[in-house]
């Protein structure tokens, strides 16, 4: 009996050892547990020390420039033109260097509430009394089974934001707390109880002062959620000591964190390291993400796409190409569509019209060093009223109803970029990209896929969802047998899904 329960015993564990390791070796888990507290230090040093995106205009808080409040025009806190309208800042716990404070007091039209859990100063130089209000109050996690914390003495900002009859707080700063009180937990409930949703700009600090698993992995998986949940980018970071910024293990490290709420999606964030910003990491997180955004229920129509091109030794080829568009997208096209070729080589469409319904312009152009793009040819403008020289690929996107477009060059990741960030993607309810995912050498490939992701991610936010992502092996390409780890990758508007 003792043998059987014994072998009973070995099995459970042999399977739950089983399903561990398959959980971590074969599906992408950004949450999962490092193997050191070495590591665990790393990975969120990557997470806290790489900004997610840039503020061009932002006003320092100090000589030690700490925090950086962003005031740019499309991420920043919004510039208030009216007395009557004044910015709202809230300020927790302030140790001794009122900086912060005096600076939007003096430079923004600001309200400011100020929550010291210790001792108020008596004098604020700089400080306008009339628009600063303090509070001697410890901000404590709104945890409902902390009853203790309910007390007079203790509030949550919870409590605090609905006695106060504040919407929205423009500018939320988190310094210290009383001694029981960790950062993280805070930061935790305000994510869970969605208040963080009222705030523009947050600026909090990170102190770590041990080297401990459980404290370094509580602040990753606060700060995890923080990006994916609550939406908030990083644009900002300083430390105590530069040595913090290092890739390494340091015991006593303080950092200064400022972040804007959820940009719009023209402005291009750089997503977090996957797990450790390792390339292996890196190469899962893109694959799971190409294999998790298919979609079986949206139907596609077929549609057979032969180009004639030169190649450089001005040998004609025809390539056929086989195209899957959305039926809805397709049925909506019967009223005015456009269907555009963006390609680097000069070629023309044996058919002229491969899609019923939409008329087909193709582009043949390069991308500059300085990021800029120049028209070699273009073709299909005829059918516009306007001269073709004056037609910007701007003006052809925004020109019809449907717009479909098909994007084949060895630039893609950069033109894709280029595109987002002029906002066309909005105008487009159709995009398709041949193009490497993976590249196959180079420096820095792990930074390459990190970009790349990105930019799948920018996509989303114009509400393009990645439905079909095929892989095209060397058979798959009659011209290039060297192309290898191509892919074709398919976006639709969300509205036709």
């Not at 888990?29 to 665990?40: D, F, W």
């Not at 994007?407 to 909005?426: C, F, N, Q, R, T």
Request: net charge neutral.
């Amino acid at each position: 009996m003792r043998k059987r329960s014994l072998l009973s015993g070995l099995c459970f564990l042999s399977l739950l050892y089983a399903g561990v390791q398959f959980y971590i070796q074969d599906d992408y888990s950004p949450l999962q547990l490092l193997s050191s507290v070495e590591n665990e230090a790393s990975r969120l040093l990557r997470f806290i020390s790489q900004p997610h995106i840039h503020c061009n205009d932002s006003l320092a808080t100090g000589n030690s420039s700490r925090w950086l409040i962003c005031l740019d025009a499309e991420i920043g806190i919004p510039s208030m033109k009216s007395d009557d309208q004044k910015l709202i800042v809230y300020s927790v716990g302030p140790e001794k260097d009122y900086s912060f404070e005096q600076i939007a007091s003096m430079n923004l039209s600001t309200k400011l509430f100020i929550f010291c859990h210790d001792k108020c100063p008596e004098d604020l130089m700089h400080v306008n009394p009339s628009t600063a209000t303090f509070y001697k109050t410890a901000i404590v996690p709104n945890d409902p089974a902390d009853f203790a914390r309910n007390s007079f003495d203790s509030q949550t900002l919870n409590t605090v934001i609905k006695t106060l009859h504040h919407k929205s707080i423009h500018l939320l700063k988190l310094d210290t707390f009383v001694e029981d009180v960790k950062s993280f937990e805070v930061l935790r409930f305000l994510i869970d109880d969605s208040l963080l949703q009222s705030v523009q700009e947050l600026h909090f600090v990170v102190r770590l002062d041990k080297l401990d698993e459980d404290f370094i992995y509580s602040w990753y998986r606060v700060l995890y959620a923080l990006f994916t949940t609550a939406g908030f980018r990083l644009f900002h970071t300083s430390a105590s000591d530069s040595l913090c910024l290092q890739d390494t293990v340091m015991e006593s490290c303080t950092y200064y964190l400022s972040w804007v709420k959820k940009p719009p999606p023209q402005v291009f964030v750089m997503y977090p390291p996957a797990i450790d910003g390792s390339l292996e990491n890196e190469e899962d997180r893109l694959l799971n993400y190409l294999q998790n955004r298919k979609s079986k229920d949206i139907l596609f129509t077929r549609i057979p796409l032969k180009m004639v091109f030169l190649n450089q030794n001005r040998r004609v080829f025809e390539e056929a190409l086989s195209l899957d568009l959305s039926t809805n997208i397709m049925q909506k096209s019967a009223q005015s569509c456009h269907f555009i070729i963006l390609r680097g080589a000069p070629f023309s469409v044996s058919k002229k019209r491969p899609i019923e319904g939409c008329n087909t312009y193709s582009f043949v152009f390069n991308l500059q060093t300085d990021g800029s793009v120049r028209f070699h040819t273009a073709s299909g403008l005829s059918q516009i009223s306007r001269k073709s020289q004056d037609l910007s690929l701007n003006d052809i996107v925004r020109l019809s109803e449907t717009t479909i477009m098909f994007i084949d060059l060895h630039e893609s990741w950069e033109v894709l970029g280029l595109l987002s960030a002029m906002a066309l993607p909005k105008h487009l309810d159709q995009v398709i990209v041949r193009g490497h995912i993976f590249p196959t050498s180079g420096r820095s490939m792990h930074s390459v896929l990190r970009t790349r992701y990105s930019e799948l991610q920018r996509l989303q936010e114009f509400s393009l969802s990645m439905v079909k992502a095929d892989q095209m092996t060397v058979r798959d390409l009659k011209f290039s047998a060297a192309e290898r780890n191509m892919y074709i990758l398919n976006f639709v508007k969300n509205s036709a899904l």
